[in-house]
């Protein structure tokens, strides 16, 4: 995945594109096969809470080389990686936030819940 | 499109080709970041759910085959590395290249649906639709193994399979609409080349966006 290329990464409005390597290529998606693998044999064992983080922690290094390489972020234009980045933060914030949020209330909620099922019914 | 430049396919508002490459490939960028946000909200649905109803998801566990899942995702991740591979013989003007890589991602979609529609139609056959439409029936509930047998049919196990259907049939419809992007690639096979291969470069951009959702959706699924 170090393979450069054959013609130079060039600023906007000079020179020509940037063309992958067939090297950097199959060495991205042997990447993510063997992400694909781990991922499955790391399900297979019980690590409680931390099989949810390894899960979301492979998933984020396979996105991290589709998009480096692939989809030539490594290679070009800072700003759409801000894009990227930026949407995925938001979206990160607003599951995460919506999350904080319902755990807190569910005790409560909980709580109603039971009580109303021991008022007899009207 | 008729251009005042150097190729055919230069539209007047551009100064070169590479201008117009450039902004097309932002305004995908832009597209991409909308959907980033669009499947946000769907996330956002299976958090919560999550959060608060882990035993639906343990459970739900016992009718998704991971071995699928898997299949599904080598699929996928060899169809990126022919979209990207695409992207390189439209660059350097391979055009025979280009005809083969883009036949090889059509079909390699056509498979993730195929796979897709048998797990679809095995699930709906046996009763696990969405919503209070779920009822499992008598038949998958015996297949199960013991420690699934031994457990009560959540009463909110629809809602899970609402979440699941809602989230993999919109990827689903992603790739359906990538496989008709492909084809139009195709038609238009004979205009591409060093000069000319935005197009290609954008579809190729939007379908790896539609393997980075998968790439969350396979564990978040299926192993998790």
Request: positive net charge; charged residues 15%; aromatic residues 14%.
């Given at each position: ?10 600023p ?8 992958v ?34 899960a979301?922690?492979?998933?984020t290094?396979?996105?991290i ?10 290679y070009e ?7 990227l980045v ?19 209330y569910?005790?409560d909620l ?7 099922a021991?008022?007899p019914?009207? | ?7 055919p ?15 097309g ?21 299976y958090s919560?759910y999550?959060?608060n ?41 391979q ?7 883009l ?31 779920c ?16 457990l ?27 496989m008709?992007?492909?084809?139009w690639?195709?038609?238009r ?36």
């Open positions: 995945m170090t393979e450069r290329d054959t013609s130079a990464s060039s906007a409005g000079h020179g020509r594109p940037h063309v390597s067939p090297a950097a290529l199959l060495g991205t998606v042997a990447f993510l096969f063997a992400l694909t693998v781990v991922t499955v044999a790391v399900s297979r064992l019980d690590l409680g809470a931390m099989n949810v983080v390894a979301l922690g492979i998933a290094l396979k996105a080389a589709v998009a480096a390489i692939f989809m030539h972020l490594r234009g800072r700003f759409h990686v801000v894009v930026g949407c995925a933060i938001f979206a990160a914030l607003l599951v995460g936030f919506v999350v904080f949020d319902t755990t807190r569910q005790p909980r709580a109603h819940e039971a009580a109303a021991r008022r019914a009207r | 499109m008729s251009g005042g430049g150097s190729t396919y230069l539209a007047v508002q551009f100064r070169d080709m590479e201008a117009q490459t450039e902004t490939k932002l305004g995908v960028w832009l597209f991409l970041g909308s959907e980033i946000l669009f499947f946000g909200g769907l996330f956002t649905a919560v999550r959060a109803h882990i035993e639906l998801f343990r459970y739900a566990h016992f009718f998704l085959d991971w071995r699928l899942g898997a299949f599904n995702t080598f699929v996928l991740l060899t169809s990126s590395l022919s979209a990207a591979w695409a992207v390189r013989c439209a660059q350097l003007g055009r025979r290249g280009l005809r083969l890589t036949v090889v991602t059509f079909l390699l979609a056509a498979v993730f649906l195929v796979v897709k529609y048998f797990e679809y139609s095995h699930k709906l056959h046996n009763g696990i639709a969405w919503g209070a439409a009822h499992p029936s008598a038949e998958i509930l015996a297949s199960l193994p013991d420690t699934a047998r031994a009560p049919v959540p009463v909110h196990l629809g809602t899970f399979f609402s979440i699941y259907y809602l989230m993999t049939g919109l990827h689903g419809v992603h790739v359906l609409v990538g008709g992007l492909f084809a690639l195709l038609r096979l004979p205009t591409f080349g060093p000069d000319h291969w935005g197009a290609v470069d954008g579809v190729a951009l939007y379908w790896h966006l539609v393997d980075l959702v998968w790439i969350f959706l396979f564990p978040l699924f299926y192993l998790i």
